[in-house]
Every structure is written in structure tokens, then in C-alpha cells.
């Protein structure tokens, strides 16, 4: 079975502030994928990154960056300088083939972000 | 270009009438999937379509939910009869195939309130 756990629930810093968001999942299989999606208070699902997991390096884009550990099975997210426009909930996610659904994603529960100006 | 594409976005109802949700997916993603968003379980996949034909409904909660995908183009979510325990997000999202490793774009969502 997949299993995202996201612990925090809520975090609030203030602006300019760098946060990171964890994320520790659950899978058997040797091949897998990971996602963070934003959600922004208008409520739309957006998609932020994927990763495989043969693939542990960093990324980094713009403000965001993402550490991805096999060895701790951590997909965590950083948001360098906050800004007000980052306070939205954030959902990391997993993918396997051995989901049933080629495609299925396993969501965690959010976490939700408020920066204060 | 386009993305997925819901509607209605917004529906209010009584309880015991059906509610249909519409969805359009991204032009060439033979793959859609309808999801729930609640706060006490979060997100969950209802049904997963590849190539219009249903792959995995085990996720429907009861007979009163259905879904189809009568072309590439389109799928419905139907609720009949709509209970106050069905409101929520209801996504509509879509892939380019039913492969673990593709990303799954979704749309703004249908917020149901069922009175």
C-alpha cells in the first residue's frame, strides 16, 4: 500500500522567511513518483514538480527547492523568501505502478501555509 | 493551451436531486480521473478512465455515484440522489496515459453543497 504523510498541518511565517514543507511517504515498489501540488485559497489543484525515484537530485526553481531522500523516504519542499502570494495548502503525493491505477495518486493530507506580510 | 475544464464550478442543491458534474480533459490525454476533496478524508480518487473505458471505480463510495466517458473529450460525475454527506470538491483531472510517472493536471473543481 502507498501512504504520503505530511505531519505539519499548519505553518504561518512571516514574509520573507524560508519555510520547509516535509513530506515522508510509504511504497514496496523499487520504482515510483512524487508530485507537490499547490493549492492556492482560489482552490485550484496546481501542479509544482515530479520526481522519480531513481532520480535523488536536487531541484531548484526560482524560490522553490526540493530534497528528495531514499534513504529517509523524504520529498521535502522550501520556500526561500516567503511571500504572501505562497500562503496556499501544499500536498505532496505518490504515484506507483503498483497502485492498481497506473496513475493513481496518494495524496497527503495538505499543509497550510499562511505568510503574513 | 487549454487545461482541464469543469463545470459547473459552483452547484447548490437539495437533497434528493441529481447532480451531474462535467469535465473536459486536456486535448490528447487519454487519461481522467474524478476526485473528491472533503476535510475529514482529504483527497481521494473516485474512478480512473483510460482510453474512455473505466480502469478503477473502487473508489465510487455507493451505488448513487456514476460516471462516464462517452468520448476522448468528455466525462460526467452524476449523483442521484445527491445526499447533505456529498458535499465537497469534486476534480476532474487528466493525464497523458495511464502511466505511474505521468503527471496527473487537474481542473478548478466543482464545489458541491447538497442542502
Known amino acids: 500500500a502507498q501512504k504520503v504523510t505530511q505531519a505539519q498541518t499548519e505553518i504561518s511565517v512571516v514574509e520573507k522567511e524560508d519555510v520547509t514543507l516535509d513530506c515522508v511517504y510509504e511504497?514496496?515498489?523499487?520504482?515510483?513518483?512524487l508530485f507537490w501540488y499547490k493549492q492556492p485559497p482560489s482552490g485550484e489543484l496546481v501542479f509544482l514538480i515530479r520526481?522519480?525515484?531513481?532520480?535523488?537530485q536536487n531541484e531548484i526553481s526560482g524560490r522553490y527547492s526540493w530534497n528528495f531522500q531514499k534513504s529517509t523516504s523524504s520529498f521535502n519542499f522550501t520556500i526561500t523568501a516567503s511571500q504572501v502570494v505562497d500562503s496556499a495548502v501544499y500536498f505532496c503525493?505518490?504515484?506507483?505502478?503498483?497502485?492498481?491505477?497506473?496513475?493513481?495518486?496518494?495524496f497527503g493530507k495538505g499543509i497550510t501555509l499562511s505568510v503574513r506580510p | 493551451d487549454a487545461g482541464v475544464i469543469q463545470s459547473p464550478r459552483h452547484e447548490v442543491t437539495e437533497m434528493g436531486q441529481e447532480v451531474t458534474l462535467r469535465c473536459k480533459p486536456i486535448?490528447?490525454?487519454?487519461?481522467l480521473f474524478w476526485y473528491r476533496q472533503t476535510m475529514m478524508r482529504g483527497l481521494e480518487l473516485l474512478i480512473y478512465?483510460?482510453?474512455?473505458?473505466?480502469?478503477?471505480d473502487s473508489g465510487m463510495p455507493e451505488d448513487r455515484f456514476s460516471a462516464k466517458m462517452p468520448n476522448a473529450s468528455f466525462s460526467t460525475l452524476k449523483i442521484q440522489p445527491s445526499e447533505p454527506r456529498d458535499s465537497a470538491v469534486y476534480f476532474c483531472?487528466?493525464?497523458?496515459?495511464?502511466?505511474?510517472?505521468?503527471?496527473?493536471?487537474f481542473g478548478e473543481g466543482s464545489w458541491l453543497t447538497v442542502v
Open positions: 483531472a487528466s493525464s497523458l496515459e495511464g502511466f505511474a510517472g505521468n503527471t496527473i493536471y
Open positions: 486535448s490528447g490525454h487519454n487519461s
Open positions: 478512465f483510460n482510453n474512455n473505458v473505466p480502469i478503477d
Open positions: 520526481r522519480n525515484s531513481f532520480d535523488e
Open positions: 511504497t514496496r515498489d523499487t520504482t515510483y513518483y
Open positions: 503525493a505518490l504515484s506507483a505502478p503498483g497502485s492498481g491505477a497506473n496513475s493513481k495518486l496518494t
